[in-house]
């Protein structure tokens, strides 16, 4: 059941629910996206970093086997360019069969980020796919650069943002940074934000680096009006730590087993999130 992005999330704004979108690289963690999303009957976004993209395999190698996967699947399924920069590489990416994608010139004045985003929008019509597009900035916990105060979303800006380029999700600041959080540490949100866009635009919202940000602030984050959860860190660490766990239990254990494992474990990450954002039985 390969879809877009924009009818899961349409009914998850009408349902008070939020759908997650996990970070894949490959085709190993995008089977264990959709092993858990089919374990729990719920919709779900397959996230390709464009990074990851252009580092790995590329574009169309990788997608249209995952395409295969999702049509194979017994739930609603899309995949979704995560933070597509490039604007090229963002039309590839359409070209190449992403039902789903994120225009992200966030990084622009608000005016430029319109016109980049309305463009691609318009572009995208053509394919029937869907577009996210961000105002505001989502730093990165490496380095240091967690968000502050000035990377917040300006809901005035979001608003017009939202309105001008007719998105069918619109990514917010509110509080969350990409990567994994120290030991002990949740962010504060700014429930504020989230709540001033959402009365006034009713669109799908999303939360970037989902990741550590605690239960609490999730489930107040779907309450005031998210519906799209992003969420890399904490399946690939749930991963990591599984071959970490494996090779001290057997060091000599084969690597097919090894990756195996992994599906197992990224599977079971990605249900503890599908039951924390209120999607369970949520498929069509």
Known sequence: ?????????????????????????????????IDGAQALRAPIIIDLLQDHLMDHLGSKLLTQPIIEMANAASVEIAINLDHGQDIGFVKRCLRDGFSSV????????????????????EFAQTYD???????????????????????????????????????????????????DYPDGYVPE???????KIKEATNIPLVLHGGSGCGEENIRKSIEFGINKINVGSDFMNAQMQSIKDNLSHDPSISYPQLIHETIAAGSELVKYYIQLSQSEGKSL
């Open 1 to 33: 059941m390969y879809v877009s992005m924009k009818g899961m999330l349409e009914r998850a704004n009408k349902g008070r629910y939020a759908v997650m979108a996990i970070n894949c690289f490959n085709l190993e963690t995008a089977k264990a996206v």
């Open 102 to 121: 994120m225009m992200d010139a966030s990084s622009y004045p608000i005016e430029k980020n319109i016109e980049i985003t309305r463009n691609m929008v």
């Open 129 to 179: 796919a869907s577009v996210e597009g961000e105002v505001g900035n989502i730093g990165s916990i490496s380095n240091n650069h967690m968000t502050g105060d000035d990377m917040y979303t300006n809901p005035d800006l979001a608003i017009e943002f939202a309105k001008k380029t007719g998105v069918d999700a619109l990514a917010i600041s509110y509080g969350s940074s990409h990567g």
């Open 189 to 195: 949100f700014r429930f504020d934000i989230v709540k």
